[in-house]
């Protein structure tokens, strides 16, 4: 069958020609879904917030200004570990326009972490997650720790305030590298966690046994590799707005990726007050990738609005934000897999050693996900995985794009490429024999995919990348085209894939609800709370609702942001808003339609059987000529002058224990500089298992957005920490350098379509895939290229020559 | 201190404010004049989202001193649109999937409408240098490339009346 | 950390004299574009008590070039700089190290003098500046004086600006009839500070060099030049030096890869050298863009680079390079 394939590259034998892949040529790459079948979806329709952000009418959370608001501002640690011995406010209390200044004394004596996203685990697992902070600390444990705050009447007040706070610190040893941090000796970061372990975690899905498998095996390789912190940056820096108003209740203004569990969070682990007390408002979201599913200022800005009894605005500038509480945990890992010689994985091992920094946050869930997505990708009799997470006086890590998997990608996927080399085998057709398919347990286990379009993206991204010309083989025992030849320029192909869940279903709380309001001109007001953060969700829901009731596009307004008025949801993140809250908004949206053909039914003197609805048009379907408009039956249901009046609405809801894996596959081809080390990215492909694009032009933009977050992962972006100091020194736009317009190469997307059951007319899941295979396959590439690995993100110049040095030069192969 | 009150033309017309020379040109927009869509996002110089233009040229509100504007014409995201209708470079920034979050957007477009100002017909390489100064963290900027040449080609059509060159 | 600037006085002069009195350099500080002194206030780098704006001053904003040379005043902004045709046609050295600063709004903002002032061995402009042999002229109190550009720079964000003095003009020879130049700079992004930048300028006449002069970025406290790789090159013949007959290198993008076209064109053992002993002058730190070992090996490619593609250059009479994007 393969053989078949090969011939016939576009022909995939799963698709069961439920649709068709779509794919075309050079940027900006644009595949179209099958037109005709729907009226909204599969549209690259304008999405209804991005007007407003083009007028600069938008309001962001430093946007909002409220009567009577004051400005907060907060005290950071100099010191990465350090006693406070005492902190004299007097003189900053002093100051006029000064309202506040707190400390670790006037905090809630309640511990808490910051991830909020934690809340949606089942309670046996948040046992785990270490409730290890107060709003401010009675301790520094990282440069940049939050000591004390001030509210003012304005920025100059307060930052004058802060100015005059003296603080009395006792410095103390300090570690900041994860494996020293477990020596015996090493400096206790915080009381309840001895020898600096914040946490030991078994894959849930190892089996088999180990070594004899490894014994077993014809070939074992081994990969070490370490990524980078990198920094979710946002332009918009963190923000938040609190209020207490006059009956006692709270309202937040924050970017927050999960509403209703920062919510709970701040009622039931910072104030100790219900959450019904609280009222919870997304503003425009500035970017998250993943740093807003913990808490940023918010804490802080409602203690200040507590005490001052006046609104509160507190926010960070952009070094703040860099020497703060979020970026991409660094991982250290290893994997060992085992493979025959006629190329079967049979055994694969995954060892994490996880900084967590100063905090615990979601590093966590961050190493199950990362063992999840590493070891469920690829078929193996044999798994094993561990994780250990440590502190240390580091910036604490948060969740970012891609959440633990572009971390294990990097290690797992230039592992598999020395697999296939041991056995002679093309990585391509490696991958191919290996990798997971329909049918199969998914990344979590005890969920079986009922999709898997991986084998048409790895044979349409192939073709784009041109890897069959392109590849050189693996020398000469395949007896392909050779290693690049030599000459100071090298070119090299690269691929890579991986899987991605959907949702967080199995291991999260699952759970998300929609309210649709049918109002009497035939409009719809669509209630949700994902957080719009540039991903285009509240576009992509109104297209699911428009179609759902057969209405109009234009007809369909979304509310959103507002914990008062929506319903339960966990939140944007684990590329679920489109699957998950989208289900939820079809099942309400079919009993619109339902009810409103129920009614229309009574009007044309029919069964609600023989009727349709199209552009907000009830029709017969065996008499289009008869027809009732969604408006008439809206109206006349709230203008009822009998007793039959009922104002239209519906709630909907989606809540799983599976979470519906997508599938991918990277390419990149890449030319290396051998004099200077420099690798530039010619081209890079990304085809995604989408199942439907509800609208094609977002999840383009955001694949083209992963990739470039993903070329920034690969090669420039860096948090670099002071190895004495403790101390972020690439703490601005200047010295964390993401890649510019005149950087980014050209980037292919292709979505492939194969509707997967589950999904709301199909579609899966796409938001944080698109970084994931980028990093390893420009690594595998290089070796490609260079016969070369790096083992440490990012592929920086200076590690590609200094690896070029290291090289074993062959005789044909005039290496620099 | 020396506070003074001090005039600007903003989006066209004349607005004052008091100053203080320790004062930057983009909190004097946003916390006087209340025009937010001028974004704070780094302050370094290196994001481009506080680009305004100042006597038409592209600058960094977060680097400029007010009291060092005074007198001069200055233009914000706010002032782009005349009347109701979008601007041919905010209607593509819309239509081609230019925008994610947004934030990046006003300084984008004010770039962008530089760059159209001093050249109606660029090309890519030339789209790509003009926005240099300009991150975008969510869009991978390819489809902002596309918008700027769409708005080049909509502005062309809309002067002459003709149909622009595809 | 902060993000507004503390207060302070400002003075907004109308005549250099005016200004003089004014700037002290301690606790006064000029202020041109204000692209780094305003971030260095915030960041509290600087605290100046006074701040005195020469942006009032007039006649200092000219871009003059003659049969002598160009010259340029302390309010030429760099975008200026680059777009001017004089500098695109007589000094295309200058418009092409400026033209690798990425940002429209810093070069629009920013000015030509500003950015030497600031003192930093990571400028773009001061390496073409030194191979072009700038002199910098200094207007003070009481007299005028005017140095060579290598006198101006004096350690890291020290120059030879004294008290009650400003620099009024930047004046640039023009280059000899038959000189080719070319800009290189490797940085983590397009839009980055220099890891490592060069310029250099080579005449050619009779098959020989008659001049050359390479000048370093970022790899020592100030800008410097590479004085005993121009003297190995001095006089040595061309054609053996340069494994040349590549004017195509002219073209290439000068950007994060200084992409030269793949032919990898063996160069002869002449540059080789020259870029070995050029290399050998640099004395770099390692900081969060760079490490000191990269550096200095990168000294001796880009010198490498950079005096082939002057050379193809020089022998091909090309002498211009574009307009920066959207100019005409
Ligand atoms: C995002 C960004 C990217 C950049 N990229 C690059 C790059 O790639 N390459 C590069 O070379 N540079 C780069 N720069 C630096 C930039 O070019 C300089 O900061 C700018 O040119 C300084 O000029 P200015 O007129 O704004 O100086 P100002 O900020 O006004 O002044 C700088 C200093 O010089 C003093 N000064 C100014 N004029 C005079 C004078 N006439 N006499 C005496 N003293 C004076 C001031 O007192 C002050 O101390 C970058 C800057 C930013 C923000
Ligand atoms: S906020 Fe001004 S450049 Fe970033
Ligand atoms: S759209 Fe988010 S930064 Fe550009």
């Known amino acids: 069958m393969r053989d078949a394939l090969d011939k016939n590259p576009g022909f995939d034998p799963r698709s069961g020609g439920t649709s068709a892949p779509s794919t075309t040529g050079a940027p900006p790459a644009t595949s179209r879904t099958i037109e005709g079948e729907f009226s909204c979806v599969g549209k690259p329709l304008p999405r209804p917030d991005v007007a407003a952000k083009a007028t600069g009418a938008a309001v962001y959370g430093a946007d909002l200004v409220l009567p009577g608001m004051l400005t907060g501002r907060i005290l950071t640690s100099p010191y990465a570990h350090a006693k406070i011995l005492s902190i004299d406010t007097s003189k900053a209390k002093a100051l006029a326009g000064v309202a506040a200044v707190i400390t670790h004394e006037d905090v809630p004596k309640l511990r808490f972490t910051r991830s909020v996203m934690a809340e949606g685990l089942p309670p046996f697992a948040y046992e785990g997650e270490n409730q290890d902070q107060f709003i401010l600390s009675d301790k520094a444990r990282y440069v940049g720790d939050w000591i004390a705050a001030v509210a003012a009447v304005d920025t100059y007040t307060a930052e004058k305030a802060l100015d005059l706070i003296e603080v009395e610190y006792e410095q103390l040893p300090a570690v900041f590298d994860p494996e020293e941090a477990l020596k015996p000796g090493s400096p206790i970061i915080h009381e309840g966690w001895p020898g600096n372990v914040a946490g030991v975690i078994d894959h849930p899905f190892s089996r088999g046994d180990l070594d004899k498998a490894l014994a077993d095996s014809d070939y074992v390789v081994e990969f070490r590799g370490r990524n980078s ?588 | 201190m020396t506070k003074q009150i001090a005039a600007f033309t903003v989006n066209g017309a004349e607005r004052e404010a008091i100053i203080e020379p320790h004062m930057l040109l983009i909190d004097v927009l946003r916390d006087q004049f209340a025009l937010t869509g001028t974004k704070y996002a780094c302050g370094t110089g290196d994001c481009g989202a506080c680009t305004v233009l100042l006597d038409g040229k592209p600058s960094l509100s977060c680097l400029i001193l007010a009291v060092t504007a005074i007198g001069k014409s200055i233009l914000t995201i706010e002032g782009l649109a005349e009347g109701p209708e979008l601007h041919p470079l905010q209607q593509s920034f819309v239509d081609e999937g230019a925008i994610q979050c947004g934030f990046c957007t006003p300084g984008m477009i004010l770039s962008a409408k530089s760059l159209l100002d001093e050249n109606p017909d660029p090309s890519l390489d030339e789209i790509r240098h003009a926005l240099a100064g300009n991150l975008c963290r969510c869009t991978g900027y390819v489809a902002i490339f596309n918008a700027v040449q769409a708005a080049a080609a909509a502005m062309k059509t809309d002067s002459t009346g003709t149909e622009a060159r595809p | 950390m902060h993000r507004v600037l ?188 220099a890891k490592v930048n060069v310029a250099v300028m080579v005449s050619v006449g009779d098959g020989a060099y008659a001049d050359v002069s390479i000048a370093l970025g970022s790899v020592a406290p100030t800008p410097l030049r590479a004085v005993e790789a121009e003297s190995l090159l001095r006089m040595a013949p061309v054609g053996e030096a340069a494994g040349v007959g590549n004017p195509a290198g002219a073209a290439a993008a000068n950007r994060v890869s200084p992409a030269l076209e793949a032919t990898g064109n063996p160069v002869s053992p002449g540059l080789e050298a020259a870029a070995q002993a050029a290399a050998q002058a640099a004395v770099p730190i390692s900081d969060v863009r760079s490490t000191a070992s990269y550096r200095k090996e990168m000294v001796r490619v880009l010198v490498k680079d950079a005096l082939a593609r002057a050379t193809a250059r020089a022998l091909a009479g090309r002498s211009d390079v574009q307009a920066p994007g959207g100019v005409s």
């Not at chain 3, 950015?115 to 773009?124: E, I, Q, R, W």
Request: contains cysteine.
């Open chain 1, 229 to 816: 912190r990198q920094k979710q940056a946002h332009l918009e820096p963190d923000v938040a707005v609190a209020r207490w108003e006059p009956d006692g209740r709270l309202t937040v203004w924050s970017p927050n990726q999960n509403a209703h569990l920062a919510k709970k969070t701040m009622a039931q682990r910072i104030l100790g007050i219900n959450e019904g007390d609280i009222r919870w408002i997304t503003t425009t979201v500035g970017g998250g990738f993943g740093a807003r599913l913990s808490f940023g200022v918010e804490p802080v800005a409602v203690l200040l609005a507590k005490i001052t009894g006046k609104p509160v605005k507190v926010f960070v500038t952009r070094e703040e934000d860099f020497s703060g509480w979020s970026s991409r945990t660094e991982q250290r890992q290893t994997i060992r897999m085992g493979v025959t010689k006629g190329g079967t994985i049979t055994a694969i091992e995954q060892r994490i050693l996880s900084d967590a920094g100063a905090y615990f946050s979601h590093s966590g869930t961050i190493s199950a996900v990362n063992m999840q997505a590493t070891l469920g990708v690829m078929r193996s009799p044999v798994v094993s995985g561990k994780a250990t997470i440590v502190y240390t006086n580091n910036p604490t890590s948060s969740g970012m794009r891609g959440y633990g998997n572009p971390e294990g990608s990097f290690v797992l996927q230039q592992a598999i490429d020395m697999a296939a080399e041991k056995c002679g085998m093309d990585p391509l057709e490696f991958r191919l024999k290996n990798a997971k398919g329909t049918g199969e347990p998914s990344m979590w286990e005890p969920v079986t995919l009922t999709s898997c379009a991986l084998e048409t993206c790895i044979r349409l991204g192939a073709e784009r990348i041109g890897w069959k010309e392109k590849w050189h083989g693996w020398g000469a025992s395949t007896g392909a085209a050779g290693p690049s030849p030599g000459g100071r320029y090298r070119r090299g192909v690269g691929m890579s894939i991986m899987t991605h869940a959907s949702g967080a279903g199995g291991f999260l709380l699952e759970h998300s609800s929609a309210i649709i309001k049918l109002d009497e001109d035939g409009s719809v007001q669509l209630a949700v709370s994902p957080c719009e953060m540039g991903q285009g969700i509240l576009g992509a829901l109104s297209q699911i609702a428009a179609e759902g009731m057969g209405l109009r596009y234009e007809d369909v307004h979304v509310i959103t942001g507002d914990t008062d008025v929506t319903l339960f949801d966990i939140g944007s993140h684990a590329s679920r808003s489109t699957y998950a809250i989208g289900n939820a908004v079809l099942d309400a949206a079919r009993q619109v339609r339902a009810t409103v053909l129920e009614r229309a039914a009574g009007i044309l003197e029919t069964s609600p059987r023989a009727l349709d609805i199209r552009g907000g048009s009830v029709f017969v379907k065996a008499d289009p000529t008869q027809t009732v408009a969604v408006a008439e039956i809206a109206r006349g249901a709230i203008y009822d002058y009998g007793l039959e009046g009922r104002h239209i609405t519906a709630t909907g809801k989606h809540q799983a224990l599976t979470h519906c894996p997508n599938f991918q596959a990277g390419f990149s081809e890449i030319e290396v500089d051998t004099e200077t080390g420099v690798i530039k990215v010619l081209k890079y492909v990304v085809a995604h298992d989408i199942g439907r694009a509800i609208n094609p032009l977002t999840v383009e933009s955001c694949l083209q957005g992963g990739a470039y977050q993903g070329l920034g992962y690969a090669l420039t972006e860096d948090l670099i920490i002071d190895e004495h100091t403790g101390k972020v020194l690439t703490d601005s736009f200047a010295t964390y350098k993401m890649l510019s317009a005149l950087d980014m190469p050209e980037v292919e997307v292709i979505l492939v379509e194969e509707p997967d059951p589950s999904g709301p007319y199909g579609a899966k899941g796409v938001g944080e895939t698109g970084i994931t295979n980028v990093a390893p396959s420009i690594a595998n590439a290089l070796y490609d290229a260079c016969r070369i690995r790096i083992h440490s993100l990012p592929m920086t110049p200076e590690k590609v020559l200094a690896a070029l040095a290291a090289a074993p030069q062959s005789p044909d192969y005039n290496g620099g």
């Open chain 3, 6 to 193: 503390l207060p302070f006085e400002f003075a907004e002069p109308t005549t250099v004299r005016g200004a003089l009195a004014l700037i002290d350099g301690e606790k006064t500080r000029a202020l041109a574009g204000g692209v780094d002194l305003v971030l260095r206030m915030r960041l509290r780098q600087v605290l100046p008590e006074k701040v005195v704006s020469l942006q009032k001053l007039p006649h200092l904003d000219y871009v003059r070039a003659d049969d002598l040379g160009l010259a340029f005043g302390a309010l030429a902004s760099l975008r200026q700089l680059e777009a001017s045709r004089a500098v695109r046609e007589g000094w295309p050295l200058l418009a092409e190290a400026i033209g690798s600063i990425g940002s429209v709004q810093v070069k629009v903002q920013g000015t030509g003098v500003g950015n030497l002032c600031v003192g930093t061995p990571a400028s773009d402009v001061a390496p073409a500046l030194y191979a072009l042999g700038a002199r910098v002229r200094l207007t003070g109190l009481a007299d005028e004086r005017e140095i060579p550009i290598e006198e101006f720079f004096l350690d890291v964000g020290k120059t030879a600006v004294r008290p009650h003095e400003l620099v009024t003009e930047i004046v640039v020879p023009r280059p000899p009839a038959g000189s080719g130049a070319a800009f290189m700079k490797l940085a983590k992004t397009s839009e980055d500070i």
